[in-house]
């Protein structure tokens, strides 16, 4: 056993700690409960930002790398942590995200919180060891503990409808953990090792045959987990059924989980080179611009307010999976980038959805009539976070859109250029469906703005920390757009990896 960089053991274990203390909170009261639920979130993000500041030239320079291993390196079934510039970018972001998701969690959840908050902290820890394993073992078992404890989260309200979404996406979930498994079985019996590192080395001694019938299971399992059509429908009922902070734990941050899986499997595990020779890269190329283009067309169709954003997250993902598939510097830059994009911006959509649906009677969008006037900083930030999605200027989300833009032109995949540029204009015209809705109200109805602010002073001194977290997305929106160069190096870095997957691998069986 090696103790070395035992931060990336504390990553999985604390908030499973977190979990299991926050289990046995029923007698505490709810302050207690909250400063509870904020500390684990706040000791992840702390651990986490403090290994990037403390490593930054390291990150910097592209030679970051940090392992811890528990058993014999000789054993098939050696528990391996392993982390690179490529899992410490999206082990960041997904920290950065779910710590001010839980902060919105503390007011938005009113029962049965000990057991909500035990649910998440395990999500969390199995989030974390998805991106930090380095053998295929221990990935399958950290990406079906992800879908048996989103599951309970998804029917939390416990109604028909939530239980219905919630038994559709376990058994989708389960589907696509068989899928993997199938994969990993096939692995073993070839070439008797499950560390991807290992695989790496050896994937071209498998026979032809071999290769494609792993490689296809592969993708069947993560193009379910991800929502690519014509396996989609499970995303938007699940997605949507749930209470906003897990509508946007599962489109805002566990499909770049997935996304990220996607990358370790098919760059640093299975060179991209395979898919080519196998013709199997083009045709999910185009099968994501094609889910990436029905997303949108179902958003414009969709009369649920989160179904509505549910089906936009299938395009977004439709389109970044599509992008990555074009395997250039370009395109991973553009990908990445919007990775991080709707991340921030998917997260404050169902925040601040969320927030407004409180006070209707249903998510159909004729029952939203009015709420634009009733909360009207909360449906500005909103709105301003819709245009982010878009891909209006200055904000972070056009400044992503442009870059997957420009990667589909150079590729000379117009097709792909078209989609982006579609999606765009489908996006305008959905969301300006009940933006209009919103505003349709008399306003004598409601409190003018100048009653609802009263002061800056008094808006400052706001103590509404729902409000506050979706201030802070929109904020982070505004900001990146305008100083998208912050992401330069971690993103830059992480692509460096995914071109130079040899020396993950070298440094992976060096460890």
Avoid at 44 to 49: A, H, M, S, T
Avoid at 79 to 103: E, K, P, Q, R, W
Avoid at 298 to 312: G, T
Avoid at 467 to 472: A, D, G, L, Q, R
Wanted: proline share 3%; net charge neutral.
């Amino acid at each position: 056993m090696s103790w070395m960089n035992i931060e990336l053991i504390l990553l999985i274990t604390l908030p499973a700690l977190t979990a299991v203390l926050m289990y046995f909170s029923r007698d505490f009261n709810q302050r207690a409960r909250n400063f509870l639920a904020v500390s684990g979130a706040g000791a992840e993000l702390y651990l986490i930002v403090s290994l990037f500041i403390y490593n930054f030239e390291q990150v910097k320079n592209s030679n970051f790398f940090l392992q811890y291993t528990i058993g014999y390196q000789d054993t098939p079934f050696v528990i391996n942590f392993a982390m690179d510039n490529l899992s410490l970018l999206f082990s960041l972001i997904v920290t950065g995200a779910v710590f001010l998701i839980v902060i919105f969690s503390t007011q938005y959840i009113k029962d049965k919180e000990n057991r909500y908050f035990g649910l998440f902290f395990l999500v969390l820890a199995s989030i974390q060891g998805s991106i930090l394993t380095a053998d295929l073992f221990t990935l399958y078992l950290f990406i079906e503990a992800i879908t048996i404890f989103t599951t309970p989260l998804i029917s939390f309200k416990k109604t028909e409808e939530t239980t219905r979404a919630a038994m559709q996406y376990l058994f989708y979930g389960i589907t696509g953990g068989v899928f993997f498994f199938i994969s990993i079985i096939l692995i073993y019996f070839n070439l008797g090792t499950l560390k991807m590192a290992a695989v790496a080395e050896s994937f071209a001694l498998i026979s032809t045959p071999m290769q494609l019938t792993i490689i296809i299971f592969f993708l069947l399992a993560l193009l379910i987990k991800l929502g690519i059509f014509p396996i989609h429908f499970w995303l938007p009922r699940a997605h949507s059924a749930c209470p906003a902070p897990i509508s946007a734990l599962l489109s805002g941050v566990l499909l770049k989980v997935y996304l990220y899986i996607f990358m370790r499997l098919f760059w640093t595990m299975i060179a991209f080179d395979f898919l080519v020779e196998l013709h199997l890269s083009a045709f999910v190329l185009d099968l994501a611009l094609v889910s990436s283009l029905i997303g949108h067309v179902f958003a414009l169709q969709a009369d649920n307010l989160k179904k509505m954003l549910a089906y936009s997250s299938i395009g977004h993902i439709g389109m970044i999976l599509a992008v990555l598939m074009l395997n250039t510097e370009a395109a991973f830059y553009g990908g990445m980038l919007h990775i991080i994009a709707h991340l921030m911006m998917k997260s404050g959509l169902f925040l601040s959805s969320g927030y407004l649906l409180q006070t209707t009677l249903s998510h159909h969008i004729d029952d939203l009539k009015g709420i634009g006037h009733k909360n009207r900083l909360v449906f500005i930030a909103f709105i301003t976070v819709c245009l982010g999605t878009i891909g209006m200027p200055p904000l972070i989300g056009f400044v992503s859109k442009w870059y997957v833009l420009l990667a589909f032109l150079k590729a000379r995949h117009f097709f792909g250029a078209f989609v982006v540029a579609a999606g765009s204009i489908i996006a305008l015209i959905y969301y300006l469906r009940y933006i209009s809705q919103a505003y349709e109200t008399v306003k004598s109805e409601s409190p003018s703005l100048k009653e609802e602010l009263i002061s800056l002073k008094a808006f400052f001194k706001s103590t509404n920390t729902m409000k506050s977290v979706i201030y802070t997305f929109t904020l982070l929106i505004i900001f990146f757009g305008l100083g998208y160069q912050l992401f330069e190096i971690p993103v830059n870095t992480a692509i460096f990896e995914l071109l130079n997957p040899q020396k993950y691998i070298e440094l992976v069986l060096g460890g």
